[in-house]
């Protein structure tokens, strides 16, 4: 999404609003994969306040991300804010500035790396997601395995028999304590 800011580059204190939809395609980000199932819509306004512009905006696109628990994939509506610094020059002593080239802000670079930073680090379909069985690969959330409760059995037979006699111990009534 390209924004020409020659009217508002004139005068300190000049702002322009601006509203739209931006195309990002498909793409992997630190090893998931990351689907754009709507156009990112980006609204807000850009002023002038001397040597750099002041970019404040909002954007909301929905996501097809996958269940870091469960691997299958699920919707996600994300929604986040543009607030940034914007240059002609770019400024090593500050690098949360973006710089940009002649009259025109091209945003795709910014909504880009705030979308990145908006996106959750544990990425889960839902909160009560059950995962994986990490011994059949079942997904527990659909089925059931027996592959608990037959390691718990033969964790039970798998008991030192030198330690029988602390099961007396550790028991009151019938009951575990």
């Known amino acids: 999404m ?11 204190g000049a702002s322009k609003d601006f509203e739209g939809t931006m195309d990002l395609k498909d793409m992997v980000y630190q090893g998931e994969r990351i689907g754009f199932l709507t156009p990112v819509s980006v609204s807000g306004n850009i002023t002038n306040i001397g040597k750099l512009l002041m970019l404040n905006g909002r954007a909301t696109v929905k996501l097809q991300l996958q269940c870091g628990s469960c691997v299958q994939f699920f919707d996600r509506d994300l929604e986040f804010g543009l607030d940034a610094k914007l240059s002609k020059e770019n400024d090593p002593d500050d ?18 790396e705030f979308l990145l930073l908006e996106l959750p680090i544990r990425k889960q379909c839902r909160p009560d997601c059950k995962g994986l069985c990490p011994y059949c ?3 527990l959330n659909f089925e059931r395995c027996e592959c608990e409760k037959s390691l718990a059995n033969e964790e039970e037979d798998d008991v030192d028999s030198r330690l029988e006699a602390l099961k007396s111990v550790l028991s009151a009534n019938g009951e575990e304590v």
């Open 2 to 12: 390209i924004i020409d800011v020659s009217d508002i580059l004139k005068e300190i």
């Open 95 to 112: 690098p949360d500035i973006f710089v940009y080239n002649g009259d025109v802000v091209d945003l795709s670079d910014i909504v880009l």
């Open 137 to 139: 690969g079942c997904n």
